[in-house]
């Protein structure tokens, strides 16, 4: 019975302790959705830019390869990029661009690798496209040292290339990622391409002006501040492409994550044909949304049919509104 009191005794002290904490040190910041509205249209998760200028990352693919043996040559450095208006990022990155470049061969083409260590860390490269055994040439690249090794690109699609060295999750999250298309021996028809390569970010605080760097508590939580497309917030919103009505549009999308599914759509269409992972077999056809995985890529085919400003965003609105939302102006 005395054991009961005592229980009873402890659990009304602590509902005491509670009931008194002031109200004040709730956080209620983040409790409540924005009012502002950002766009005079639907799905308007970004103002939309009306100067006709370019987006800061070019999103158009090289041509279609005409060689059968392709040389990539990738330095990494320790490189400052902007994320958002104002926001910049200490980012580890190929070639000095996050993502790196876009690679782009033909289905039976040889790839010519060589990484050079630029860094003050061990990186590697893993290739989505390539069929070789990892514990021979997905190894460690110390600081100033190089890796070379070859491969066949054998199956068409659009893949990721990634840096693989563990944490795996916080070297994808300081930048080094990218996407590499392979096409098909037969030529798919002509088409406006796009590349689209959506990641995360997860930043420390705010506190000197400083590049911010990787907050990885907030990763392991998957709580990223910024989503993006080609790794800057809202960018193709505040300078949209420009394409036209009924042309084919060919949209190459690779999720490099490191956590969040991309549920790609584009408002006001419906894919004419999707090449999940790009596959050339079975394509999806008449469908409005196609989740592409992390570390997965996709291949959007789409016609817009009236003149006007078509949102594109990854349906996890959530993301759409950290900056994974872009537009289509489709001009007669």
Known sequence: ????????ALASLSCTTKSQTPAAVKDTTHTQPPTAVPANMSHGEAPVGTVPDSAPVDPLPPAR?????????????????QIASGV?????AFAGKVPGP?????QGDTIDFTLINRGNLQHSMDFHAAQIAPNKFYVNVLPNDSLHYRFVAEVPGA???????????AHIANGMYGALIV?????????????????EFYLTADSTGAPRTLAWNRLLELAPDYVTFNGRASQYAEHPLKVKVNELLRLYVVNAGPNRFSSFHVVGGIFERVFVDGSTLSPLAGVQTVAVPVGGGSIFEIRLKQPG???????????ATKGAVGVFSAEP
Not at 88 to 92: E, N, P
Not at 102 to 106: E, G, Q
């Open 1 to 8: 019975m005395r054991s009961l009191i005592t229980l009873a």
């Open 309 to 319: 400003t078509y949102p594109f965003v990854t349906h996890a609105f959530a993301d």
């Open 159 to 169: 893949f990721m290339y990634h840096c693989g060295t563990a944490p795996v999750a």
């Open 65 to 81: 390869s005409t060689q059968h043996l392709v040389k990539v040559r990738f330095e990494i450095h320790n490189t400052d990029i």
């Open 102 to 106: 876009i690679i782009r061969v033909t």
């Open 183 to 199: 096409d098909p021996r037969t030529p798919r028809p002509p088409a406006k391409e796009f590349v689209f390569v959506q990641s």
């Open 88 to 92: 910049r990022y200490s980012a580890w």
